[in-house]
């Protein structure tokens, strides 16, 4: 164990530094359009190897041999310099790892570019009102006309689907196989004739997710990934990449931090709240879990970088879990340190900024948001059966289907 | 000895639980919510048909000389409904007018109340440690005050304002005098929308209040509070059930899979034996005055605590769906958060019954 | 709603006063042992009618006219004179009711007086070691054989087995019947040769029940309350009483009064515990659950009084849940104000008063304790069940056997 | 940047864990915790053999010089097994040695304490309140030292007491000297018994403790009953995982019910991610010394009380036989408990950890 930098990696840092110099740009370059600087600073990320470094050269990214420890160094020093990374765009983030597992040669090289260069955006289509955390029952259909697919039915929770060119999703192709080997997993434009997107409300007033809507769209037959029955296996390769999004313990360190600012600024019987015995007990509660977060995902991060994941299996699967409950915590002890405040409702500001100020109206967003987790990607009681029947060898629940 | 419901007592509840089901199903709440005003004329109309403007009013001024434990199965029911509208306020200002009005100002004041000729809303509270009458800061010269109070609900509705006043006495306000400043706060709850409201030299009629009564008021409050929230938690809990039997996945309707059961019967067993608790606490209110102030704020505390953990739970028992605003639970959700924050957090009051207990 | 008492309930509990006034004995009777004392007094109490109300006088009760509300104001006044009234037995408790529903004449005139006269002392034999939650699973084996009952098993969960004259209790007497068909009600002295008790330790280190042991145990026939078969049946009648034992809020608020004296001894920072922020606000959240439990009590008496039991059907399916939920919120709330004391077993005097000492050793045996009656006839998991089942109209779990 | 096990700890906690499972399984532990002795010579002079008396000692001393989080990894797995034992008191009391005596003290006590020669014990709580260093109350004059000492681990077994003294410093007393009375205390817990412990006039060896360091005992001491802590949950998991998989009710394993699988999969994922907090509290002591006070009481905290919560779990999982004296569960619910109470509870640290992080 030792929590220090190898001498490789202290310079390795350095000359990140040095790099990151170069953002924000200066003189002429300043003055172009926002998005227009962030991809000429992305382009130099890629030539110097700290942009998209698990992606071949060929499709635009820079192809670095595997250093997980450089990958955090560069993190790390990214985010304090606010410099344009790696989109973490669903495209970026899911689709393109995706491709580069299953995907064949003319859909790498067709879609990979744009969507790191941030000219193509992507949604994610997997959900459907039916099927939550059953999502292999999923019911939204592909049939295969000639050359064609013709897609009807509805997906739901799809984020960002307003902006994006493109969604990749799942779809019974095969009506009469079995559950899960009748799923295939297809790429759509998103303005092909047919696609309707609908905005979904949130209990919070905002509209982060969307519906959308499928009567007789028509895409090439070639908008397939891997085989016709094989979706449900290639999808599984992106939801790794998701859960381990969620897992991340950066999240409650921010949340965590906010807490114990809003505890110093309320007041308790006219005293800072952060004085108050009981707020102070249940303040390093939380610690205790937002610590215990941090420092298991140190001990997964380093096997992980042995390249023995085995060890910390359960601890993994427990992220997700874990973060939901934490942040829960969080935002609970926030509520009621908002106390008689709580009777206001959220202000669009505070819609806008997804609720990630300190105002105690965006904590009240942030109250009902924490519940998002706990449904999103399957409901904590899934999760539980996993970490059960998974982690600790339980058997699965009877099913009438049994 | 006997702690239950009279016949009448029930007949109130049947008679305006099926005029809510009928008339403000969730379909019409829906629209009402969505639209936000927080108000149906046809509804309080309705109401005050059946005498719910003036329940507690005595009868020589035109009401039905009920007690406060009447009023509270007034308000489970209507918590039940979610139904919008100005109740709460007026039951409230009412009986405000009762406790702290001489003879002269109740005769003066009540008749338009309980006929409902004149809405009136409650301007007690100013800030999230002030609403009890010790703290209250407008001040009154003569008979004009001036000073701001947050979180009056109906403010642009009402007719007129029961307004708390530095040294704990409570004035009666014409909305449409001089010197009154509206400003929407926008509330949690759209079923019953909040205010600020500033007086600047506003005209008043100090209530004599001559036995300093005026922290009776808060006491009714946090039991009406209760009562409402406790309607809207047992209503939660129908939903949860509808929707876990008619909710599929891996081919069985939700409600088969125990954590889901489980998460019912919990839910179920923090709210349905505390409705013995509200009544106790507006029976203690009308009958035994030494236990009531305390009695009242354990209630509000317990009550409102345990229906916003029921709350949450039911917004995750309908999965993503509990998410949207599609879904009727953010509606109860809501009307539950406001009632546990308006007029002292569980927490404000916890603390409050720890003095009052000699702790 | 009234909590008046009426102008004949406020004579009835005067004259009841009045007599206890002859409580404790005076003169010679003083000098009697105990349970002599004891037995003049029960039988003074059922010539005046205030013991074993609802007992026929041929039997040994005083066979009164039913009115809940006198009988609640015998209990209360008794309880404050300290008096002997109604055992509290399980042979008075449990049996008694039973055999008055389904026992035969011979079996009344038999059991009844003596059991009421404390000269008879029953145990209950209905757990047993692989039969817990899914009691109707029973194995205790019962061959009728001529004109005896062959007895062969083990029970478990038998209180006071030691001090037992007897046993009442369910026995598999068809095993080719179905599960719950098989069950017959028996009744064995506990003298009978092959009828062997062993004392069973807590992990707190006390001995409140035994394992009864069988080998070939006989009894006469004629033994058996109601017919071969319908033992279930039968043993229903006296869980209904059993429940309403567990349910009553006393010991809830007997124990949320220790709980505050505790607060108040105990220091924290140099003040009284009770003065601490986070201390009040958990006794005061407390005290919600008491209180509810107190009122829900009321209120579900009220019903039962006027034949409404329906109305309150939930609240009392709910009333073990509860009260086992608020026994632990007090007992760790009671283990955290024991703070560092808690590294100190109880001592011998803790366990023979149960731990109702306000010791610190006798808190901790409490917390101990507290999570016997999350078990104790049967685990809340299975009560959850019949809420949401019964209550709620929920489906039942999925069963192989289904 | 690796925060992760050597393979040398890996194979310390493998064979320890293997030592335990051979020499002091379940039926074994049974007898000695009846018993109520909490030793077993054999298991003591075993684990010396393996060098743990001397783990942390420099290796001029005859130790191993091992860190505190090595130390840490034996802990875990003697908390796995809940072995009896005078480790965690020897252990602490040489540490003691190490971090306040000065070279002359080190060179004459430490070869004693690795070899296991001699067994020490850990003589610094005084009660519920009082076990830091600002707190002790024990007088010394000249070289004597009277007053009184509670929750003494092993008193009666071992050779030599560390003794905190009034002012901070640190006092090493011979078992035998003069002047000292040990009285049973009845703990808790059967695998560590405890005694009180008085000293009248009693000739004491005062470390020097140059740098006033007494206060890291209660560090290295939190981290380590944190960790036995986290062995003893993680072993009540595995009972509840066996339990749950053969105990049949309505005709199938209780494991297959949501309600037990999800309270195991609860209880894990409270407990599992935690083996980290550990091994970085054991970390910051030997080498991140600012962090190190703050982070070794959230960690004790956290870890004690999680492990508490599941310990009633598990009872609650094995219905009616968990609650017997017969059942296993109990000897590592009363670990935990000795754990959870001993030089600090959970709400002691987390107020002491808000003051070091200025709140």
């Given amino acids: 164990m030792d929590l220090e930098y190898s001498e490789e990696h202290v310079q390795f840092r350095a000359t990140v530094k040095e790099f990151l110099k170069g953002w924000p740009l200066t003189g002429a370059e300043a003055e172009l359009p926002i998005e227009e600087q962030e991809r000429i600073f992305r382009k130099r990320g890629i030539v110097e190897g700290y942009v998209y470094r698990a992606v071949p050269k060929q499709y635009g990214g820079s192809e670095q041999p595997h250093d997980a420890i450089k990958d955090q160094i560069i993190r790390e020093e990214f985010y304090l310099a606010k410099a344009p990374r790696d989109l973490s765009s669903q495209g970026a983030g899911l689709l393109v790892p995706t491709l580069l597992e299953y995907g064949n040669e003319e859909q790498k090289a067709k879609y990979i570019p744009p969507t790191l260069a941030g000219e193509q955006n992507w949604c994610q289509g997997y959900s459907e009102p039916g099927s939550g955390s059953d999502l292999a029952s999923l019911q939204c259909q592909a049939r295969l006309e000639g050359d064609e697919w013709v897609i009807n039915g509805q997906k739901i929770w799809t984020s960002s689907a307003q902006r994006a060119h493109m969604m990749f999703g799942l779809f019974r192709t095969e009506p009469d196989a079995k559950k899960h080997a009748g799923i295939s997993y297809l790429l759509i434009p998103m303005d092909t004739p047919g696609v309707e997107v609908r905005p979904l409300r949130e209990m919070s007033g905002g509209y982060e997710f969307n519906e959308v809507f499928f009567t007789d769209a028509r895409i090439p037959a070639a908008n397939i990934v891997a085989e016709r029955g094989q979706g449900w296996q290639v999808s599984r390769a992106t939801l790794v990449h998701e859960r381990n999004l969620i897992g991340n313990p950066f999240m409650m360190r921010e949340a965590f931090r906010d807490l114990l600012e809003l505890a110093k600024a309320r007041k308790k019987n006219g005293r800072p709240a952060i004085e108050d015995a009981g707020v102070r007990q249940r303040l390093a509660e939380i610690e205790g879990y937002v610590r215990t977060s941090e420092t298991s995902n140190m001990m997964q991060f380093t096997a992980g970088n042995r390249g023995e994941m085995a060890k910390t299996m359960r601890p993994m699967m427990m992220n997700k879990v874990f973060s939901t409950d934490t942040m829960q915590r969080i935002m609970k002890c926030a509520y009621d340190l908002i106390g008689g405040d709580g009777v206001y409702g959220p202000n669009d500001a505070d819609l806008d900024t997804w609720g990630r100020t300190t105002t105690s109206r965006g904590w009240i967003l942030q109250y009902m948001f924490s519940m998002g987790p706990a449904i999103a990607g399957g409901a904590s009681n899934i999760q539980l059966n996993i970490i059960g029947e998974r982690g600790y060898g339980l058997p699965r629940d009877l099913r009438k289907t049994s | ?359």
């Fill in chain 2, 1 to 359: 000895m006997d702690f239950g419901l009279s016949e009448e007592q029930d007949m109130l509840q049947e008679t305006i639980r099926g005029f809510a089901q009928n008339e403000c199903p969730t379909t019409r709440l829906r629209e009402l919510f969505d639209a936000g005003e927080g108000h149906d004329p046809k509804l309080w109309e309705a109401l005050v048909e059946m005498g719910v403007a003036g329940l507690t009013v005595p009868e020589e001024f035109g009401g039905a000389g009920m007690e406060l434990l009447d009023l509270a199965l007034v308000a489970e029911v209507l918590g039940e409904a979610a139904m919008p509208g100005p109740f709460l306020g007026h039951a409230l200002a009412t009986l405000g007018v009762q406790i702290c009005g001489d003879a002269g100002q109740q005769k003066a004041i009540l008749p338009a109340l309980a006929s409902g000729e004149h809405i009136a809303t409650l301007a007690i509270q100013e800030g999230e440690n002030v609403f009890a009458p010790g703290d209250w800061t407008v001040k009154a010269e003569g008979d004009r005050i001036s000073g701001k109070k947050a979180i009056v609900s109906h403010a642009s509705l009402a007719d007129c304002f029961l307004v708390g006043l530095a040294g704990g006495k409570l004035a009666w306000v014409d909305t449409k005098a001089d010197g009154i400043t509206i400003e929407d706060a926008n509330g949690i709850d759209r079923t019953r929308p909040i205010s600020t409201v500033t007086f600047d030299g506003t005209p008043a009629e100090i209530l004599a209040d001559s036995d300093g009564n005026a922290a009776r008021l808060n006491e009714a409050a946090a039991i009406l509070l209760a009562a409402d929230t406790f309607g809207a938690a047992t209503k939660l809990i129908d939903l949860n059930v509808a929707y876990a039997l008619s909710r599929e996945q891996f081919g069985q309707p939700i409600a088969q899979f125990q954590a889901i059961k489980h998460t019912i019967a919990r839910m179920g067993t923090d709210i349905e034996p505390a409705r013995a608790l509200f009544w106790f606490a507006a029976h203690a209110f009308d009958h035994l005055q030494d236990e009531s102030e305390r009695t009242a704020s354990v209630v509000k505390a317990h009550i409102t605590d345990r229906a916003m953990h029921a709350a949450r739970e039911s917004v995750e028992l309908h999965g993503g769906y509990g998410f949207t605003w599609e879904c009727e639970v953010q509606m109860w959700f809501k009307r539950i958060m406001f009632n546990r924050s308006f007029l002292g957090t569980p927490e404000q009051h916890r603390e409050r019954a720890a003095q009052l207990g000699g702790w």
